[in-house]
């Protein structure tokens, strides 16, 4: 698919309601494409039923502007996570991607501009596992691992309007109300085993039908009354982070994105995390350690998305000049490596 306006050429008010409007917030009912069309119908004027907007979504789906419909969950949440990074050696590059890749813990990992320059995510179902299986990354690659797990979270969302000409993600959108949440790298969803049942059912997205939960609770033999409790609980407690259509950003132009790092007093981390977090374009705020014996002196993380490089550059020049006049340095990913979503067999699992 070109990644260029095309995509939105033969859209329409329903259409883009649906793109830009139900990334999140989809109804937790019985029959939610029913609620759904009801409030399209109130915002567009066009009168559309349940199975019209049922439809649409699956079209949206096949075109690639969605990925997936269903949950975003949060792997920090229910296990425990972290980004680490390697510095490999050009004639073994591949071979150190390939020994990281082989691992189903490790879920991401980007080539990236830098000395330290593979970054992959580690998700395992406690700390033990994941720092074992960091441990035998280092062995067996014989490269050094950084390993920077996630403190405290500022602002972390892809959500957000594609439906427009924006440069750069949420160029759009007032700034946004956010707030340090501390993150134990030693976190457990503490779930009941339906909660585990429904996290696995639903780790690759719903169905695509007019009744979702009821066919999930048939999957996993639990009344449909249940479910739907469990998934609201799981929303209350964060370890679902939002339910909707989960738009493909690469698909909708926004190509462009930019880990900047930041070297922050740890006496101004919280506020100046938090007054970070709240602007409009930056789509992730985060505080992860500083690693001095490994010569790695940053604590603050943000993420910027762009349609194009120049644009996303230049809101970070402002980031720079207007928020954070500390030392920073630039990582852009060069290269996908690995790109898939956790897996939460082992998350959900007793005793790993």
Known sequence: ???DADWRADLDAVDAALIDEYQSGFPVEPRPFERVAREIAAETGVEVDA?????????????GVFRRFGAVLNPPVIGSSTLAAVRAPEDRFDEVAEVINGYRQVNHNYRRDHEWNQWFVVTAGSRETRDAILAEIEERTGCEVLNLPMLTDYYIDLEFPV??????????????????????ESARGDLTPLEGDLLLAIQDGFPLSPTPYADVAEEIDA?????????????????????GCVVNHVVTGFTN????VWDVPDDELDERGEAVGSLPYVTLCYHRPRRSDQDWEYNLFTMIHGREAEAVDAKIDELAADHLPVPHERLYSTETLKQTGARYEDLVADGE
């Open 1 to 3: 698919m070109s990644l």
């Open 51 to 63: 199975d019209e907007v049922l439809d649409r979504v699956r079209d949206l789906r096949e075109r």
């Open 257 to 260: 994105n930019c880990m900047v």
């Open 163 to 184: 439906v427009n000409g924006d440069r750069f993600a949420r160029e759009s959108l007032e700034r946004t109300a956010v707030s340090a949440t501390r993150i134990s």
């Open 223 to 243: 009344p449909l009354d249940d479910v739907l409790a469990a998934v609201e609980r799981l929303l209350a407690d964060g370890c679902i982070k939002r339910i």
